[in-house]
Nanobody, 128 residues
Framework: QLQLVESGGGLVQPGGSLRLSCSASGFTLAYYAIGWFRQAPGKEREGVSFISSSGGNSNYTDSVKGRFTISRDNAKNTVYLQMNSLKSDDTAVYYC?????????????????????WGQGTQVTVSS
């Protein structure tokens, strides 16, 4: 059974940091491109950061550039999202998603409909 599990969310003060993890079970994450998405109350889901299956290409939405870093450790079947200088606008449920991209090691996918597998989400709250 293919499963993605996010962890690392929580409550943090503005300016603080969190590292989210997306762990895969039931499949080899190295064959999949990964995306991090978030959804705040009353807002549409938005793409935050994306990484190719090889890890050689990554992409960020403008609002998190310079603050968030996506990375992956395929040996551990895990993708990370390091979030620094957090703002109240970053408050949301964060989801990781996977799409198979075997043979396309540098391809990233920015649209949620392109992804086949989703985690259950982890809450990130930025508040003083």
């Amino acid at each position: 059974q293919l499963q993605l599990v996010e962890s690392g969310g929580g409550l943090v003060q503005p300016g603080g940091s969190l590292r989210l993890s997306c762990s895969a079970s039931g499949f080899t994450l190295a064959y999949y491109a990964i995306g991090w998405f978030r959804q705040a109350p009353g807002k549409e889901r938005e793409g935050v950061s994306f990484i190719s299956s090889s890890g050689g290409n990554s992409n960020y939405t403008d609002s998190v550039k310079g603050r968030f870093t996506i990375s992956r450790d395929n040996a551990k079947n895990t993708v990370y999202l390091q979030m620094n200088s957090l703002k109240s606008d970053d408050t949301a449920v964060y989801y990781c998603a996977a799409v198979e991209s075997l043979g396309f090691g540098l391809l990233v996918f920015r649209r949620d409909y392109e992804y086949d597998y989703w985690g259950q989400g982890t809450q990130v709250t930025v508040s003083s």
